[in-house]
């Protein structure tokens, strides 16, 4: 199992919106598969941020939404805030609890 | 609120057996969800170990499935990693978690060096 590729790294100001792809040969177009984004900051366990490509688990800011596009998912911050600063995964499921992570993506609030 | 909580030796000589469990709090681990392992090597990032079923079903990464064991013990609502034969290499934090179609909820995760 490959890890789907995300970018190494994004910033940008408070205030701004950023985005972070995740991509890969995982992820075949047409068949099933949902995709999650994980927050992590560091010396701390991961935390759910989105799931199912576009949904928010109770407590997570509206700031960071999910998206989906061809073979190709999504993750935007919008707002920028310095707590943001962190890493994000995004994560495949493809049933059968088969689960694939992504290369991860470093958030600099600059 | 499912709490899991990681414990097992923290160091590991090279060529051993790799053995950590998870106990669940706050959830039966019978009643649903898939319960499982996720790695994380120092400066790096996620790798998915498996996972198990309460019924005893197991789905194991490609790349350690040759050397991983993960079980459950339904009575102590709590379940297993073993990994073999381990290296340089498998020196990460540990994660246990329940997961369900890419919903992961995880423990505080414990830190395994592999070393002689």
């Known amino acids: 199992q490959s890890a789907l590729a995300q970018p190494a790294s994004v910033s940008g100001s408070p205030g701004q919106s950023i985005a972070i792809s995740c991509s890969g040969t995982s992820i075949d177009v047409g068949s099933y598969y949902l995709v999650s984004w994980f927050q992590q900051h560091p010396g701390k366990a991961p935390k759910l941020i989105i799931y199912?490509?576009?949904k928010r688990p109770s407590g997570v800011s509206d700031r960071f939404s999910g998206s989906k596009s061809g073979d190709a998912a999504s993750l935007t911050i919008s707002g920028l805030q310095a707590e943001d600063e962190a890493d994000y995964y995004c994560c495949l499921y493809s049933g059968s609890s088969t689960y694939v992570f992504g290369s991860g993506t470093k958030v600099a609030v600059l | 609120q499912v709490q899991l909580q990681e414990s097992g030796p923290g160091l590991v000589k090279p060529s051993e057996t790799l053995s950590l469990t998870c106990a669940v709090s706050?959830?039966?681990?019978?009643?649903?969800?898939?319960w499982g392992w996720i790695r994380q090597p120092p400066g790096k990032g996620l790798e998915y170990i498996g996972s198990i079923y309460h019924s005893g079903n197991t789905y194991y990464n490609p790349s350690l499935k040759s050397r991983v064991t993960i079980s459950v013990d339904t009575s102590k609502d709590q379940f297993s990693l073993k990994l073999t034969s381990v290296t340089a290499a498998d020196t990460a934090v540990y994660y246990c978690a329940r997961l369900t179609r890419g919903l992961i909820h995880w423990g505080q995760g414990t830190l395994v060096t592999v070393s002689s």
């Open positions: 199912e490509f576009t």
């Open positions: 706050g959830y039966s681990i019978t009643s649903a969800y898939y």
